[in-house]
């Protein structure tokens, strides 16, 4: 187990050298120039001798291998640059954004598991009838609608219409209703699903035909049986979830005015701000090889077949 | 006194198919039925039906079940549920299959006893030893402690068997149990369920479509085909003065019955 996780650590650091190049190379392709756009965004239009020295202060005017090649020095000493943007240190600037983003993620995982599990579990049980209809029907709308419309339409119902909050959310329990609703809704819908076709296949086996000729309750074999092993399929979405949320929901926080590292990152893209952008990406793939490793063990603690198997090898 | 009596019983399933039709006959107290057929005939369905336990779509659409005098088809979800497992018990072709892989033996063994008895888990787990070491399964704390894919197919089918018969069952109903096994485990099986019925008097309906198992096992024999009941009778009468053509045709089928794939155990 051990040898395994140092084995995925390792990957890690592929996984970073890759993202991270990748990324560099792309961001540079794009045909606008950072250090114009710096100035632009500070609303001065530069001639063009300060242009070329902020090129050169920059590092924009070496090759772009040697400026990749310069970053990845500075990072492996520790050092993620500053951003242009916001003239400050890219690590600063994210050690604040990131505490709104995971106040929003972890909310919006939490309400998430607690309305999807019993509506997935009930829809599954009642297969079939009037309840099961009801919640597919509803499950189907909220996984066609586009989670930006679906926000408009929240701020437009709620806090345009009723004024039951402000329009740019503010840092209070109210501000994160409707951010954190345009997020779940969707989630909730896709996991109704999911949770449902998991916990009817798990119904189907035969294992559940036995458990019955035993005479087990059909509580005893949801609850002890059917859904801990449904879990094990809902584990791996679930990761996946965890690192989108962490990535920072980009469409939905910059449509709340939310402050948090989704909007930061379309705001340095918009700017061109290269260390800024190089830093979400490290935390972006940190973030999903994480989640994908411990998604792993978890497997492996929930399923003796896997973990013993392994084992034996 | 019968345990167990099947009166015009037919089963339907969702898609119109009728899986059983009319089918009569009794389990006499302390006996043993086999109930042969080729697959589809429906032999299945009807001991399924008998469990309360046909799959999804799958009715009893005439007849009645009469456990102990007593029509199945009449009891609530509860009074069914509450009978399973402890007046009557169920093995089935991959013993494996039907228990959960994902945990242990002990854990649903115990699961099982305290479901149909107030006693301790520790108190359970006794009942459980004592009953797998009835089985001579060797090491039976090992096998509490395995998961059901770490056994051998006929350690899981006497596990099984074990499972079903703690609560000592009027009835046992095997829905094939030893066509999963190869030939020597198969007749371990065979003489074990014997065993038990001599011990415990439990009368057992063994559904197969080994000839051999039916007639080293029964006392009497069920034929089926298409879902219709051809011929019921006594085991020497059914083996040895066949009235129905199928029958005859059945037996003619095996020649080899005579030699050595018939179960021999003594």
């Known amino acids: 187990m051990i040898q395994y996780i140092a084995k995925r650590l390792v990957q890690l650091i592929a996984v970073l050298f890759g993202v991270t190049f990748l990324t560099f190379m792309i961001t540079q392709a794009a045909p606008s120039d950072a250090a114009q756009m710096q100035y632009i965004s500070m609303g001065t239009i530069p ?5 070329e020295q902020t090129r050169e202060e920059m590092g924009l005017n070496d090759p772009v291998l040697v400026q990749y090649g310069r970053w990845l020095w500075n990072v492996l000493h520790g050092d993620l640059g500053t951003s242009t943007k916001f003239s400050e240190s890219v690590l600063t600037q994210m050690s604040r954004k990131l505490p709104m983003t ?36 509803l499950s189907f709308f909220g996984i066609s609608m586009p989670n930006f419309w679906l926000g408009l339409l929240l701020m437009y119902v709620f806090a345009v219409r009723l004024g039951w909050f402000h329009v740019v959310s503010t840092n209070d329990i109210a501000g994160i209703v409707l951010p954190v609703a345009t997020l779940t809704i969707p989630m909730v819908c896709t996991y109704v699903r999911q949770i449902r076709a998991a916990v009817l296949e798990e119904l189907n086996s035969n ?16 609850f002890g049986h059917v859904l801990p092993n449904a879990l094990l399929p809902i584990v791996t979405l679930i990761g996946l979830s965890v690192g989108h949320l962490l990535g920072g929901a980009a469409i939905i ?29 490290i935390w972006m793939a940190v973030i999903y090889v994480m989640v994908n490793l411990l998604v792993d063990i978890m497997y492996r603690l929930l399923d003796p077949q896997i973990r013993l198997r392994k084992k034996v090898d | 006194m019968n345990v167990l009596e099947f009166q015009d019983i037919s089963v339907i399933y969702q898609n119109g198919k009728t899986a059983v039709h009319n089918v009569s006959f009794t389990v006499p107290e302390h006996s043993i039925v086999a109930v042969v057929g080729e697959s589809g005939s429906g032999k299945s369905t009807l001991i399924r039906a008998a469990m309360g336990l046909l799959s999804t779509g799958g009715s009893v659409s005439q007849g009645r079940i009469l ?4 029509n199945l088809l009449g009891f609530s979800k509860e009074q069914i549920r509450s009978i399973r497992g402890s007046e009557m018990a169920m093995i089935f072709q991959d013993a494996g299959d039907y228990l959960n892989p994902r945990r242990k033996i002990g ?9 149909h008895i107030q006693v301790s888990k520790k108190e359970a787990g006794q009942i459980a030893l004592d009953m797998l070491s009835r089985l001579k399964l060797a090491d039976p704390e090992r096998i509490m402690r395995s998961y059901p894919f770490q056994l051998s197919g006929g350690m899981r089918q006497r596990a099984a068997i074990a499972m079903a018969m703690s609560m000592h069952p009027k009835l046992l109903l095997a829905d094939e149990p030893t066509s999963a096994l190869d030939v020597t485990v198969q007749a371990q099986v065979v003489q074990e369920m014997l065993k038990l019925r001599e011990d415990m008097g439990t009368a057992i309906v063994i559904v197969t479509h080994n000839m051999g198992v039916a007639s080293r096992m029964a006392d009497y024999i069920a034929v089926m085909k298409n879902g219709y009941l051809r011929e019921f009778g006594a085991r020497d009468q059914v083996i040895n003065a066949p009235r129905d053509e199928y029958t005859q045709q059945m037996l003619m089928a095996v020649p080899e019955l005579e030699d050595e794939q018939i179960v021999k155990i003594r």
């Open chain 1, 102 to 137: 995971i106040e929003l993620a972890a909310v919006s995982g939490v309400i998430m598991v607690l309305i999807a599990f019993p509506l997935g579990i009930l829809s599954a049980v009642k297969k079939n009838k009037w309840i099961d209809y009801l919640i597919r029907f």
């Open chain 1, 207 to 222: 294992y559940v035909v036995g458990a019955r000729s035993r005479g087990i309750s059909e509580r005893r074999i949801i």
């Open chain 2, 67 to 70: 456990f102990e005098g007593e």
């Open chain 1, 253 to 281: 926080e910059t449509l709340f005015s939310w402050q948090g590292i989704g909007n930061m990152v379309v705001e340095a893209i918009r700017v061109r701000d290269y260390p800024l952008i190089q830093g979400y990406v």
């Open chain 1, 47 to 51: 001639s063009e001798e300060l242009l």
């Open chain 2, 107 to 115: 854990p649903q063994y115990i699961e099982t006893i305290r479901c």
